[in-house]
């Protein structure tokens, strides 16, 4: 099942483009300009999104080197190991939503310590494959597209 | 509210620094995450121009509005304010069916370019509640194959490194429909 998944991920893009393009001559779509075209309002996306990552990333950089946020998360531990939620993936649940670099360094070291078969590697490896990190997709989608205010009225 | 904490972690971390006696890290990281983030945009500057391409392309052979059509049923439900068959919907299915299926590369253009339509119907640069629900879901993140995660447990010499699919496809089920549930809550109350 699980190769069977992997094939069609690797099939999918190709063939995706084949067909996109064929479709393209069939209705006499003159792809190559039309590409360039859109390829252009590509470039203009991912300038509009630099000072938006930029700022963000810095933030976040500036808060886990302080050691802000490894003084948070030793602080919330033992209140979350009080209600049964494993201390050793604390950092990881914390981490995840803020910094997806972070958050998948910390799952490795979870697996490579209590190894991946343990109940913590799995619990950690299905915390990191089950989200996305938040900050980052906001900043992406909102930032490539100029929304600056992220709450509506 | 986003102007309050992006600077609030900013001075946290810089006023934390001074009594824990890490400003040289700081200082290093401020420029570190500068030039992440360059090089951040610089790998996705590639996949942006090549999809944004290709979608150029199959927007004007039709196929977009073949897929805004298919899609229709499905979000329609989620995304009452966007009209019939408009490009947004087909931009939205083709974000949702590029996670599912782990092609994060092409997720990001084709989710940007059902934001840009979003931000068309709205014409405002805040962000609309179509926008909000999009979002809610791309962070729970709908995927069927952890890619990344099983890698490293490979890495790791993992007896059967696929076994969390099952429990990751549970977990990413439970976060969408909470998310969802809880962006309808704050949709209420927001329109009240």
């Known amino acids: 099942m699980i190769e069977w998944m992997t094939t069609i991920s690797i099939w999918l893009v190709p063939i995706t483009v084949m067909m996109v393009l064929l479709t393209a001559i069939i209705k006499k779509v003159p792809a190559y300009e039309v590409f360039v075209e859109g390829g252009k309002e590509g470039l203009k996306m991912s300038v509009s999104l630099l000072p938006f990552l930029l700022g963000m990333l810095v933030a976040i950089a500036i808060l886990r080197s302080s050691g802000a946020l490894e003084a948070f998360i030793s602080f919330i531990q033992p209140l979350l190991s009080s209600i049964g939620f494993p201390a050793e993936v604390a950092p990881l649940a914390i981490l995840r939503p803020i910094s997806g670099t972070a958050a998948l360094s910390v799952t490795s070291e979870i697996i490579q310590t209590y190894g991946p078969d343990s109940f913590l590697g799995r619990l950690a490896s299905t915390m990191q494959g089950s989200t996305d990190t938040t900050l980052y997709i906001l900043t992406v989608y909102f930032g490539a597209i100029g929304i600056k205010k992220w709450e509506t009225p | ?192």
């Open chain 2, 1 to 192: 509210m986003i102007n309050i904490i992006w600077a609030m972690m900013a001075i946290i971390g810089i006023v934390f620094a001074m009594f824990n006696g890490t400003m040289e890290q700081v200082n290093e990281a401020l420029f570190k995450g500068a030039n992440e983030a360059v090089t951040l945009v610089l790998s996705l500057t590639s996949v942006l121009v090549f999809w944004v391409g290709i979608m150029r392309v199959a927007e004007e052979a039709g196929i977009l509005r073949q897929f805004a059509k298919m899609s229709r049923p499905l979000v329609k439900r989620l995304f009452p304010e966007i009209p019939q068959d408009h490009p947004a919907m087909g931009y939205i299915l083709a974000n949702f069916s590029a996670n599912l299926f782990g092609l994060g590369n092409a997720a990001t253009p084709m989710g940007i370019k059902a934001m840009e339509e979003m931000k068309k119907l709205s014409q405002s640069d805040r962000a609309s509640n179509s926008m909000i629900t999009f979002l809610v879901i791309n962070t729970s993140s709908i995927t069927l194959i952890p890619t990344t995660v099983i890698a490293i447990r490979m890495q790791y010499q993992s007896a059967a490194p696929t076994e969390i699919v099952a429990s990751t496809i549970l977990a990413t089920m439970i976060a969408t429909i909470s998310g969802i549930i809880i962006d309808r809550i704050f949709r209420k109350i927001r329109d009240r």
